[in-house]
Protein backbone atom coordinates (compact mmCIF):
# COMPACT_ATOMS: atom_id res chain seq x y z
CA UNK A 1 0.00 0.00 0.00
CA UNK A 2 1.51 3.41 -0.94
CA UNK A 3 0.75 6.69 0.62
CA UNK A 4 -1.72 7.53 -1.43
CA UNK A 5 -3.88 4.73 -1.12
CA UNK A 6 -3.58 4.76 2.73
CA UNK A 7 -4.66 8.97 2.70
CA UNK A 8 -7.92 7.87 0.42
CA UNK A 9 -8.67 5.18 3.05
CA UNK A 10 -8.23 7.39 5.99
CA UNK A 11 -10.46 9.80 4.15
CA UNK A 12 -13.24 7.33 4.12
CA UNK A 13 -12.58 5.31 6.62
CA UNK A 14 -14.00 1.71 7.53
CA UNK A 15 -16.87 2.92 9.71
CA UNK A 16 -16.60 -0.79 11.80
CA UNK A 17 -12.89 0.69 12.89
CA UNK A 18 -14.89 3.77 14.45
CA UNK A 19 -15.34 4.01 18.69
CA UNK A 20 -18.05 1.95 20.55
CA UNK A 21 -19.12 4.24 23.28
CA UNK A 22 -20.92 2.55 25.84
CA UNK A 23 -24.64 2.92 25.96
CA UNK A 24 -25.96 2.59 29.65
CA UNK A 25 -29.67 1.33 29.71
CA UNK A 26 -29.72 2.52 33.53
CA UNK A 27 -30.90 4.94 36.07
CA UNK A 28 -34.24 5.58 34.04
CA UNK A 29 -36.57 3.45 31.91
CA UNK A 30 -35.66 2.61 28.34
CA UNK A 31 -38.57 2.79 26.06
CA UNK A 32 -38.71 2.40 22.24
CA UNK A 33 -39.49 6.37 21.89
CA UNK A 34 -36.50 7.11 23.27
CA UNK A 35 -34.19 4.34 22.08
CA UNK A 36 -35.07 5.93 18.67
CA UNK A 37 -34.27 9.60 19.53
CA UNK A 38 -31.09 8.92 21.03
CA UNK A 39 -29.78 7.16 18.38
CA UNK A 40 -30.80 9.84 15.75
CA UNK A 41 -28.59 11.48 18.26
CA UNK A 42 -25.75 9.20 17.99
CA UNK A 43 -25.72 9.10 14.27
CA UNK A 44 -25.96 13.01 13.93
CA UNK A 45 -22.91 12.86 16.05
CA UNK A 46 -21.42 10.88 13.88
CA UNK A 47 -20.95 7.72 15.90
CA UNK A 48 -21.69 4.27 13.18
CA UNK A 49 -20.78 2.02 16.70
CA UNK A 50 -22.68 1.79 20.08
CA UNK A 51 -22.39 -0.57 22.71
CA UNK A 52 -25.30 -1.74 25.02
CA UNK A 53 -24.54 -2.77 28.71
CA UNK A 54 -26.52 -2.68 31.66
CA UNK A 55 -25.14 -1.12 35.29
CA UNK A 56 -27.60 -2.64 37.84
CA UNK A 57 -28.91 -5.47 36.06
CA UNK A 58 -29.70 -7.51 39.31
CA UNK A 59 -30.77 -4.52 41.26
CA UNK A 60 -29.65 -1.04 42.79
CA UNK A 61 -25.95 -1.33 42.09
CA UNK A 62 -23.49 1.79 41.81
CA UNK A 63 -25.59 4.44 42.76
CA UNK A 64 -28.10 3.41 40.00
CA UNK A 65 -31.66 2.06 41.01
CA UNK A 66 -32.44 -1.05 39.36
CA UNK A 67 -32.14 -1.36 35.58
CA UNK A 68 -35.87 -1.22 33.98
CA UNK A 69 -36.48 -3.47 31.86
CA UNK A 70 -34.50 -6.09 33.22
CA UNK A 71 -31.64 -7.23 31.49
CA UNK A 72 -32.49 -10.09 29.56
CA UNK A 73 -36.56 -10.43 30.13
CA UNK A 74 -38.55 -10.17 27.12
CA UNK A 75 -39.02 -6.68 27.61
CA UNK A 76 -35.03 -5.73 27.32
CA UNK A 77 -35.48 -8.19 24.67
CA UNK A 78 -37.63 -6.56 22.82
CA UNK A 79 -35.82 -2.85 23.62
CA UNK A 80 -32.77 -4.27 22.02
CA UNK A 81 -34.79 -5.64 18.79
CA UNK A 82 -35.89 -1.90 18.77
CA UNK A 83 -32.51 -0.65 18.55
CA UNK A 84 -30.98 -3.51 16.42
CA UNK A 85 -33.39 -2.32 13.43
CA UNK A 86 -32.93 1.57 14.11
CA UNK A 87 -29.00 0.61 14.33
CA UNK A 88 -29.82 -1.70 10.30
CA UNK A 89 -31.92 1.82 9.52
CA UNK A 90 -29.47 4.01 10.26
CA UNK A 91 -26.49 2.21 8.76
CA UNK A 92 -24.97 1.67 12.62
CA UNK A 93 -23.23 -1.52 14.14
CA UNK A 94 -24.78 -2.54 17.37
CA UNK A 95 -22.42 -4.40 20.15
CA UNK A 96 -23.31 -6.27 23.63
CA UNK A 97 -22.32 -6.42 26.30
CA UNK A 98 -22.23 -10.13 28.05
CA UNK A 99 -22.97 -9.00 31.91
CA UNK A 100 -20.92 -11.96 33.22
CA UNK A 101 -17.61 -9.89 34.92
CA UNK A 102 -18.46 -6.26 36.23
CA UNK A 103 -21.61 -5.36 36.88
CA UNK A 104 -22.76 -8.70 36.38
CA UNK A 105 -26.32 -10.37 35.75
CA UNK A 106 -25.22 -13.63 38.39
CA UNK A 107 -26.24 -15.91 35.54
CA UNK A 108 -22.97 -18.38 36.73
CA UNK A 109 -24.78 -18.17 40.24
CA UNK A 110 -28.05 -18.62 38.84
CA UNK A 111 -26.62 -22.11 36.96
CA UNK A 112 -25.19 -23.09 40.12
CA UNK A 113 -28.25 -22.70 41.96
CA UNK A 114 -30.44 -24.58 39.28
CA UNK A 115 -27.87 -27.30 39.21
CA UNK A 116 -25.18 -27.72 42.01
CA UNK A 117 -23.37 -30.00 40.04
CA UNK A 118 -22.38 -26.62 38.04
CA UNK A 119 -20.62 -25.43 40.86
CA UNK A 120 -16.68 -24.77 40.89
CA UNK A 121 -14.25 -26.64 43.20
CA UNK A 122 -11.62 -24.61 45.11
CA UNK A 123 -7.94 -26.35 46.49
CA UNK A 124 -7.67 -25.69 50.55
CA UNK A 125 -5.33 -26.22 53.06
CA UNK A 126 -6.49 -27.25 56.55
CA UNK A 127 -4.86 -27.48 59.69
CA UNK A 128 -6.01 -30.97 61.54
CA UNK A 129 -8.49 -29.95 63.46
CA UNK A 130 -9.68 -27.22 62.05
CA UNK A 131 -12.97 -26.44 60.75
CA UNK A 132 -13.73 -27.44 57.15
CA UNK A 133 -16.77 -26.41 55.14
CA UNK A 134 -19.53 -29.10 54.61
CA UNK A 135 -18.63 -29.26 50.96
CA UNK A 136 -15.40 -30.17 51.61
CA UNK A 137 -13.98 -33.06 49.54
CA UNK A 138 -10.32 -34.60 51.59
CA UNK A 139 -7.68 -35.55 48.56
CA UNK A 140 -4.87 -36.07 50.37
CA UNK A 141 -3.03 -35.47 54.15
CA UNK A 142 0.27 -35.21 56.01
CA UNK A 143 1.26 -35.26 59.45
CA UNK A 144 0.46 -31.06 59.76
CA UNK A 145 -2.33 -30.35 57.06
CA UNK A 146 -5.31 -31.72 55.21
CA UNK A 147 -5.81 -31.01 51.66
CA UNK A 148 -9.30 -30.41 50.72
CA UNK A 149 -11.37 -29.89 47.47
CA UNK A 150 -14.18 -27.14 48.34
CA UNK A 151 -17.37 -26.66 45.96
CA UNK A 152 -17.45 -22.68 45.50
CA UNK A 153 -18.54 -20.52 42.94
CA UNK A 154 -18.61 -21.48 39.21
CA UNK A 155 -17.19 -24.17 37.52
CA UNK A 156 -15.06 -22.77 34.55
CA UNK A 157 -13.17 -25.29 33.87
CA UNK A 158 -16.59 -28.09 33.77
CA UNK A 159 -17.87 -27.78 29.39
CA UNK A 160 -21.01 -28.89 31.02
CA UNK A 161 -21.67 -25.57 33.25
CA UNK A 162 -19.53 -22.99 30.82
CA UNK A 163 -21.90 -24.79 28.13
CA UNK A 164 -24.91 -23.83 29.75
CA UNK A 165 -23.61 -20.07 30.26
CA UNK A 166 -22.65 -19.37 26.79
CA UNK A 167 -25.66 -20.77 25.25
CA UNK A 168 -27.80 -18.69 28.33
CA UNK A 169 -26.01 -15.04 26.77
CA UNK A 170 -24.47 -16.06 23.32
CA UNK A 171 -26.80 -18.80 22.53
CA UNK A 172 -30.06 -16.84 23.34
CA UNK A 173 -28.67 -14.00 20.93
CA UNK A 174 -28.38 -16.40 18.27
CA UNK A 175 -31.89 -17.61 18.57
CA UNK A 176 -33.56 -14.17 18.55
CA UNK A 177 -31.52 -12.91 15.93
CA UNK A 178 -29.31 -15.49 13.58
CA UNK A 179 -29.53 -13.21 10.66
CA UNK A 180 -28.05 -9.68 12.10
CA UNK A 181 -25.03 -11.73 13.55
CA UNK A 182 -21.44 -10.65 11.89
CA UNK A 183 -23.55 -7.85 10.48
CA UNK A 184 -25.37 -5.17 11.82
CA UNK A 185 -24.22 -6.93 15.39
CA UNK A 186 -20.48 -6.47 14.91
CA UNK A 187 -19.18 -8.03 18.44
CA UNK A 188 -19.55 -8.53 22.14
CA UNK A 189 -17.91 -7.36 24.97
CA UNK A 190 -16.42 -8.29 28.09
CA UNK A 191 -15.31 -6.67 31.21
CA UNK A 192 -13.34 -8.36 34.52
CA UNK A 193 -14.60 -12.06 33.89
CA UNK A 194 -13.94 -13.75 37.49
CA UNK A 195 -10.85 -15.09 38.65
CA UNK A 196 -10.57 -18.79 37.60
CA UNK A 197 -10.50 -21.89 39.81
CA UNK A 198 -6.82 -24.03 40.29
CA UNK A 199 -8.95 -27.54 40.77
CA UNK A 200 -11.94 -29.51 39.37
CA UNK A 201 -11.51 -33.34 39.59
CA UNK A 202 -10.81 -33.70 36.24
CA UNK A 203 -7.32 -32.82 36.79
CA UNK A 204 -5.84 -35.47 38.47
CA UNK A 205 -6.70 -38.05 35.72
CA UNK A 206 -4.79 -35.41 33.45
CA UNK A 207 -1.71 -35.04 35.57
CA UNK A 208 -1.79 -38.66 35.83
CA UNK A 209 -2.17 -39.68 32.29
CA UNK A 210 -0.19 -36.81 30.87
CA UNK A 211 2.79 -37.12 33.52
CA UNK A 212 2.32 -40.89 34.57
CA UNK A 213 2.68 -39.81 38.66
CA UNK A 214 -0.36 -39.45 40.87
CA UNK A 215 -1.07 -35.66 41.96
CA UNK A 216 -2.65 -36.18 45.00
CA UNK A 217 0.96 -36.92 47.22
CA UNK A 218 2.23 -33.72 45.30
CA UNK A 219 -0.45 -31.18 46.47
CA UNK A 220 1.99 -29.81 49.36
CA UNK A 221 4.30 -28.91 46.31
CA UNK A 222 2.10 -26.22 45.63
CA UNK A 223 1.92 -24.70 49.16
CA UNK A 224 5.46 -24.88 49.83
CA UNK A 225 8.90 -24.88 48.49
CA UNK A 226 9.38 -28.55 48.63
CA UNK A 227 12.44 -30.31 46.03
CA UNK A 228 10.70 -30.07 42.24
CA UNK A 229 7.58 -28.11 43.17
CA UNK A 230 8.74 -25.66 40.22
CA UNK A 231 7.96 -28.42 38.01
CA UNK A 232 4.35 -29.13 39.86
CA UNK A 233 3.35 -25.93 40.26
CA UNK A 234 4.13 -25.39 36.15
CA UNK A 235 2.10 -28.60 35.55
CA UNK A 236 -0.60 -28.19 37.49
CA UNK A 237 -1.42 -24.43 35.90
CA UNK A 238 -0.61 -25.50 32.61
CA UNK A 239 -3.43 -28.36 32.58
CA UNK A 240 -5.79 -26.20 34.49
CA UNK A 241 -5.32 -23.58 31.53
CA UNK A 242 -5.53 -26.36 28.91
CA UNK A 243 -8.94 -26.91 30.77
CA UNK A 244 -10.06 -23.89 30.66
CA UNK A 245 -9.40 -23.06 26.94
CA UNK A 246 -11.40 -26.44 26.25
CA UNK A 247 -14.21 -25.16 28.52
CA UNK A 248 -14.49 -21.61 27.32
CA UNK A 249 -11.85 -19.68 25.72
CA UNK A 250 -12.31 -21.98 22.59
CA UNK A 251 -16.01 -21.85 22.33
CA UNK A 252 -16.43 -18.47 23.12
CA UNK A 253 -13.59 -17.21 20.58
CA UNK A 254 -14.94 -19.82 18.48
CA UNK A 255 -18.58 -18.54 18.42
CA UNK A 256 -17.31 -15.24 17.63
CA UNK A 257 -15.10 -16.17 14.43
CA UNK A 258 -17.65 -18.58 13.19
CA UNK A 259 -20.25 -15.29 12.95
CA UNK A 260 -17.61 -12.81 11.84
CA UNK A 261 -17.99 -11.11 15.14
CA UNK A 262 -15.71 -9.22 17.21
CA UNK A 263 -14.87 -10.12 21.03
CA UNK A 264 -13.40 -7.12 22.93
CA UNK A 265 -12.31 -7.65 26.70
CA UNK A 266 -11.02 -5.53 29.19
CA UNK A 267 -9.59 -8.13 32.49
CA UNK A 268 -9.25 -7.69 36.00
CA UNK A 269 -6.58 -5.85 37.61
CA UNK A 270 -3.13 -7.22 37.33
CA UNK A 271 -4.39 -9.42 34.03
CA UNK A 272 -5.44 -5.94 32.29
CA UNK A 273 -1.50 -4.72 33.15
CA UNK A 274 -0.47 -8.25 32.02
CA UNK A 275 1.21 -8.88 35.25
CA UNK A 276 2.93 -12.33 34.71
CA UNK A 277 1.79 -13.84 38.37
CA UNK A 278 -1.36 -11.29 38.61
CA UNK A 279 -2.24 -12.38 35.99
CA UNK A 280 -1.68 -16.00 36.68
CA UNK A 281 -3.37 -16.00 40.05
CA UNK A 282 -6.83 -14.73 37.71
CA UNK A 283 -6.65 -16.21 34.71
CA UNK A 284 -4.23 -19.52 34.78
CA UNK A 285 -2.15 -18.54 32.17
CA UNK A 286 -3.24 -15.07 30.53
CA UNK A 287 -1.69 -15.53 27.35
CA UNK A 288 -2.79 -18.82 26.66
CA UNK A 289 -6.32 -18.12 28.07
CA UNK A 290 -6.77 -14.78 26.07
CA UNK A 291 -5.32 -15.87 22.77
CA UNK A 292 -9.06 -16.87 21.45
CA UNK A 293 -10.23 -13.32 22.07
CA UNK A 294 -9.90 -11.88 18.71
CA UNK A 295 -10.01 -7.90 20.28
CA UNK A 296 -8.09 -8.21 23.94
CA UNK A 297 -7.03 -5.02 25.31
CA UNK A 298 -7.59 -3.15 28.74
CA UNK A 299 -8.64 -0.42 30.04
CA UNK A 300 -6.58 3.29 30.61
CA UNK A 301 -5.38 1.48 34.16
CA UNK A 302 -3.65 -1.11 31.73
CA UNK A 303 -1.15 -1.61 29.41
CA UNK A 304 -1.78 -1.82 25.91
CA UNK A 305 1.61 -2.90 24.76
CA UNK A 306 1.32 -6.87 26.03
CA UNK A 307 -2.14 -6.76 24.36
CA UNK A 308 -0.71 -6.01 20.80
CA UNK A 309 1.99 -8.33 21.04
CA UNK A 310 -0.45 -11.08 21.85
CA UNK A 311 -2.60 -9.63 18.95
CA UNK A 312 0.82 -10.27 16.64
CA UNK A 313 1.56 -13.40 18.11
CA UNK A 314 -2.06 -15.42 17.98
CA UNK A 315 -3.63 -13.75 14.68
CA UNK A 316 -6.05 -11.43 16.94
CA UNK A 317 -7.48 -8.67 14.78
CA UNK A 318 -8.14 -5.63 16.71
CA UNK A 319 -6.49 -3.90 19.90
CA UNK A 320 -8.79 -2.76 22.38
CA UNK A 321 -8.98 0.60 24.45
CA UNK A 322 -11.31 1.05 27.04
CA UNK A 323 -10.76 4.54 26.82
CA UNK A 324 -11.66 7.58 29.26
CA UNK A 325 -12.60 5.75 32.42
CA UNK A 326 -13.91 8.00 34.71
CA UNK A 327 -12.09 10.49 33.29
CA UNK A 328 -15.34 13.05 33.57
CA UNK A 329 -16.37 15.41 30.80
CA UNK A 330 -13.93 18.26 30.91
CA UNK A 331 -11.48 17.22 28.20
CA UNK A 332 -11.29 19.53 25.24
CA UNK A 333 -10.88 17.64 21.85
CA UNK A 334 -6.99 18.77 22.05
CA UNK A 335 -6.77 17.20 25.79
CA UNK A 336 -8.42 13.35 24.32
CA UNK A 337 -5.90 13.44 21.44
CA UNK A 338 -3.30 13.99 23.59
CA UNK A 339 -4.29 11.20 26.12
CA UNK A 340 -4.50 8.64 23.24
CA UNK A 341 -1.52 8.81 20.91
CA UNK A 342 0.36 7.25 23.01
CA UNK A 343 -2.29 4.28 23.51
CA UNK A 344 -2.01 4.51 19.63
CA UNK A 345 1.84 4.38 19.20
CA UNK A 346 1.37 1.30 21.81
CA UNK A 347 -1.42 -0.02 19.65
CA UNK A 348 -4.77 -0.01 20.36
CA UNK A 349 -6.56 0.50 17.13
CA UNK A 350 -10.35 -0.36 18.72
CA UNK A 351 -11.42 2.11 21.21
Not at 122 to 141: A, D, I, N, T
Not at 158 to 175: F, N, S, Y
Amino acid sequence: MNLFQLQKKFAKADPRFGPVPFWWWSAEEVTAERIRWQMKKFRDGGLRNIGIINLAPTGPQYGSVSDLPVFASEDWWCMFEVALREAERLGMYLWFYDQIGFSGSNMPSRIVTEDPEMSGYQLRRFMHGEEMPKSSEVLYETNEYVYAAVRQGFNWLDPKATGQLIDRIHGEMERRFPYDLGKTIAGSFQDELPPLPLWTPELTDRYKERFKEDLTPLLPALYDPLPGSEQVRRRVYRLAAELAEQSFFIPLGEWHRQRGMLICCDQAGPARRADPNGAQRLYLDYFRTHRWYNTSGSDMDGEIKPHSSMAHLHGGSRVFLEAFHSSGWGGTLEETMHWLIPWFQAGSNRI
